[in-house]
């Protein structure tokens, strides 16, 4: 990557001493009162901080400016995406201490300028730290219109989505399956392939799948819930999506598999999908985040109206902490605009006001660490090919959004859960 050196300011005489890395580690203890949690390198070949931490390289002056005007993950977000600011060696191990101090909530753009006391501001000056915001970069989203507006959704389900059907392949299992696998604890050995099987079956079976019976997938993806129920379980599947481009994939796929008399695509919204007749099953696996918190007592209202009275629904769905709601600054910038994450318990509680009776959840979260963790290696071992199929800054982007994502499964900051329920209506 090409980084805009007319950026970098004269450093003649800021911190003569030692350089700049000496520098921004004084004021990164000054701002957050915690020692440089890293080994820092500076544009000007300086180092300093923990001898033996990660080592955070910042390449350019630019850098800085991003993490003044936003102190947290989305300043180090753009900054690591352009390659302002680099990880040496595992990237996930150079988050872990940079979260430590820049995750901290209390610490906010007006809160670190403020604090800079006028002789730390001149340095920040000097160094090319002080002045207008940044402009994000081209991989950043920018969203118009109402906020979950259908053509909104549209626009944000395809940001993600359709990004490229051979990315994904490149970095997914060949079954295509987009969410968090399991691991039987009798069973830790798994591959992820076979781990993301273990999963669909844990599905079906949770919804106790019988041939011929009708089973809807709300947010199918490219098609693995659908194409598994049929070919394992008999039954005949609709998948509803709003991305074309997984949707091409998913029509290729039932025709490869000689599925077309049982497995259907539709391309549309869950607002706007009829069906002649009730559900004997329903699931949504990992799309219920992308609904957003006003729609979503309606989307589980829809799904109920959906499945035949006392028909099952197994949701499988992140969770954020309740102090943390949303997508997260970083998720919703430069993954999935608008996502929205909430804790476990006010899904449950939307989905019970809904009239949906939980009967059982089961928390997978480690089960995601490892799913991700394996996505990212294969990202790193096919990397070459990732930038070849979407650039270099894409390819960052996704290196960040996996390593971070592994990080905050590991740390509790989010979470995943398999809830299984029933429509009012069940007998005894």
Known sequence: MTIDSGRTAPLSSVAADNGVASTLSGMFLHLTGTPLPVRLRAWDDSVAGAQDGPEVVLRSPAA???LLWHPSELGLAQAYVTGELDVIGDVTEGLREIWRVVGREDLGAPTALRALRPRTLYQAWRLGAVGRRPAPPTTQAAMDGRLHSKSRDQDAIAFHYDL????????LDKSMAYSCAYWPANQPALTLEHAQTAK???????LQLQPGQRLLDVGCGWGALVLHAAEHYGVHAVGITLSAAQAAVAHERIRDRGLSHQVEIQTRHYQDFISPAPFDAVASIEMGEHVGQAAYPGFVQRLRELVTPGGPLLIQQMSRRDRAPGGGAFIESFIAPDMHMRPLSATLAMMEQAGWEVRDVEAM???YVRTVRQWLTT??????????LVGVETARVWRLY??????AFEQGRMGVDQILARSAGAGS
């Open 64 to 66: 800085l400016r991003r």
């Open 379 to 388: 990202l790193e071992a096919r990397w070459s090919q990732a930038v070849d």
């Open 365 to 367: 979260r480690e089960d």
């Open 164 to 171: 490229s059907n051979d990315f994904y392949a490149l970095i």
């Open 402 to 407: 996996l390593a971070g994502g592994a990080l």
């Open 200 to 206: 669909l079956d844990l599905i079906c079976r949770k």
